[in-house]
Nanobody, 126 residues
Framework: QVQLEESGGGLVQTGGSLRLTCKVS????????MGWFRQAPGKERQFVAV????????YYADSVKGRFTISRDSARNTVYLQMDSLRPEDTAVYYC???????????????????WGQGTQVTVSS
């Protein structure tokens, strides 16, 4: 049974940085495409970033491109989301997700991911 556990959320001022961590257990990280999604109160879950397991390529939502960086450490079975230049509109619960059979054209679709963490709150104050 694959389990994902996020950590690293918190309260930060506008322009600040946070690094989210997603620890994977129960299987090897190499078997999965790893994504980050977020959900603000009253809004739908939104794609943030993904790291494709097949070609080792990251892909970002336009709203975070140039500010966020997704990376993976296979030796530690861990995925990171480095978030810089944070804005109040980045405030949300951030979720880590893993998918074993995800093709490039569907990587932003949350329904394609079979495993999810419990989420970690990120709050950016203005």
């Amino acid at each position: 049974q694959v389990q994902l556990e996020e950590s690293g959320g918190g309260l930060v001022q506008t322009g600040g940085s946070l690094r989210l961590t997603c620890k994977v257990s129960g299987d090897t990280l190499r078997a999965y495409t790893m994504g980050w999604f977020r959900q603000a109160p009253g809004k739908e879950r939104q794609f943030v970033a993904v790291h494709n397991r097949n070609n080792n390529t990251p892909y970002y939502a336009d709203s975070v491109k140039g500010r966020f960086t997704i990376s993976r450490d296979s030796a530690r079975n861990t995925v990171y989301l480095q978030m810089d230049s944070l804005r109040p509109e980045d405030t949300a619960v951030y979720y880590c997700a893993a998918g074993a059979r995800i093709i490039w054209s569907t990587m932003t679709d949350s329904g394609r991911y079979g495993y999810w963490g419990q989420g970690t709150q990120v709050t950016v104050s203005s």
